[in-house]
């Protein structure tokens, strides 16, 4: 980013960096925007894999389970919201080092007016876009604590993203001893972030299942 080395170009360049950082700060709000254009229509695949009567820890912001499998609502947690309750919906980061490494950062002597601003933004952003996964765990206790007598998990769609991984831990910690793992993967990638997910969390009931589309939807 070529920055004009007079007072005047400076402050435009942080000017600029603090105005980027702010869109991407909002990104909540243009993604309840883009859902809220979603529709289904009649052609919609439906999955094989969505047995009702099961409870549903979902990481859909959509009301998909409620309005294509009637699915009721108190058998799902939508543990990042959901767009029907009119929430705000949680979108982030859950590095805790970063945030810390740029507060302490904020609180240094810095050589200069862009170094110093730009590690304030830097802060500001960070902090704003942390999502607190553990709070949400603490929040969600009571769902979390009625899966013990779950015997059998199917993961569907997820893309087993480290930053998920204490959801899973604490669903591996209220449900049965002996239960069943089912992961359902598309690709190679998939099978990778399966089998990283089962050394994390030490799952020794598990089947990681291949699906094409002709096994996966029902129509």
């Not at 400076?10 to 993604?31: C, M, P, Q, R, T």
């Not at 170094?115 to 830097?122: I, V």
Request: charged share 25%; net charge negative.
């Amino acid at each position: 980013y070529p920055i004009e080395d007079t007072p005047q170009g400076e402050a435009k360049f942080i000017g600029d960096i603090d105005y980027s950082l702010s869109i991407f700060s909002k990104i909540s709000n243009f993604l309840s925007e883009w859902l809220s254009n979603i529709r289904y229509d009649e052609n919609i695949h439906i999955s094989k894999s969505i047995v009702p009567g099961s409870l549903f820890l979902t990481f859909n912001y959509t009301s998909t389970l409620e309005l294509l499998y009637a699915i009721p609502k108190q058998n799902i947690l939508h543990i990042h919201g959901s767009l029907s309750n009119k929430e705000e919906l949680i979108c982030g980061h859950n590095d805790t080092k970063i945030v810390r490494e740029l507060k302490k950062r904020t609180d240094e002597y810095h050589d200069g007016y862009i170094d110093q601003e730009l590690t304030n933004l830097e802060y500001q952003y960070f902090s704003t876009t942390y999502k607190d996964v553990d709070e949400i765990i603490k929040q969600n206790n009571i769902f979390f604590q009625n899966l013990s007598s779950v015997n059998t998990i199917n993961i569907l769609g997820h893309s087993l993203n480290s930053i998920d991984f204490p959801y899973f831990s604490r669903v591996k910690t209220e449900v049965a001893e002996n239960c069943i793992w089912n992961i359902h993967c598309f690709n190679n990638d998939d099978k990778k972030s399966a089998n990283n997910l089962i050394k994390k969390l030490n799952i020794i009931n598990y089947r990681i299942i291949f699906s094409n589309e002709r096994d996966y939807y029902m129509n």
